[in-house]
């Protein structure tokens, strides 16, 4: 089977106080079933809490994983007879080599053998706009699914490097300056879309060197006034 989304399948909490601790929010009578396919929360100081409950009806392992990178905060937790069993503390301001899979992705082995269920806590804290598209498949198609979205961005940046290499020969043709500013704007571009993506969090993380969330405030303007 494919990559399946759960959004319609999740129920959602919204701790205004950030200062629930995962047994506090998994007895909770407050959340509520969530009825679109995507989690999306304006701009909030408030922590959010998914839970959901998965049964493995394959003799494969099943993937959890949140395809969207520009998180703060989000922490996994597996729950088993009203105690956390495991847990996992991931995202930009998380060490990035802590995370199960190298991958820009938030992904999670649920640890479940064939007809087995589990039941799962997701806390979200972040001081961006919280997207959370939640995605569950087997081991195979999840990552196949990210291995094809690794060769899409590395095909993205050959066409970036191209342009920059087809308009700096334009430039040292012509010598207009116009074409000098393009060169210039093309970059900041690609480095928005691999910070968006979170591979430019995955390089940054290899390198050690400035907070990837510095990166992605400083690149917007930038592309802005070259645009």
Request: charge should be negative; proline fraction near 4%; glycine fraction near 4%.
């Amino acid at each position: 089977e494919s990559v399946q989304k759960l959004g319609m399948h999740l129920l959602v909490l919204e701790d205004t106080s950030a200062k629930m601790s995962p047994l506090q929010a998994f007895h909770s009578a407050d959340f509520k079933p969530y009825q679109k396919r995507l989690i999306n929360c304006d701009f909030t100081n408030a922590a959010i809490w998914i839970k959901l409950k998965v049964l493995n009806h394959t003799s494969d392992p099943v993937l959890l994983q949140v395809p969207y990178a520009l998180i703060d905060e989000i922490t996994f937790y597996k729950i088993h007879d009203g105690q956390i069993i495991d847990s996992l503390k991931s995202g930009i301001e998380s060490d990035y080599f802590k995370r199960e899979f190298d991958h820009p992705n938030y992904v999670y082995d649920l640890k479940l053998r064939e007809k087995e269920s589990g039941e799962y806590l997701i806390r979200i804290e972040s001081d961006l706009n919280i997207v959370v598209p939640i995605e569950i498949g087997n081991y195979r198609k999840v990552i196949e699914s990210n291995q094809k979205l690794d060769f899409m961005y590395g095909g993205y940046c050959c066409i970036f490097l191209i342009m920059i290499l087809y308009n700096l020969f334009l430039f040292i043709s012509t010598k207009d300056r116009s074409i000098l500013y393009y060169i210039l704007y093309i970059p900041f571009v690609c480095l928005l879309q691999l910070a968006n993506s979170g591979y430019l969090y995955k390089t940054i993380s290899y390198i050690d060197v400035i907070d990837p969330k510095i990166i992605l405030y400083l690149l917007t303007p930038i592309q802005v006034y070259f645009g």
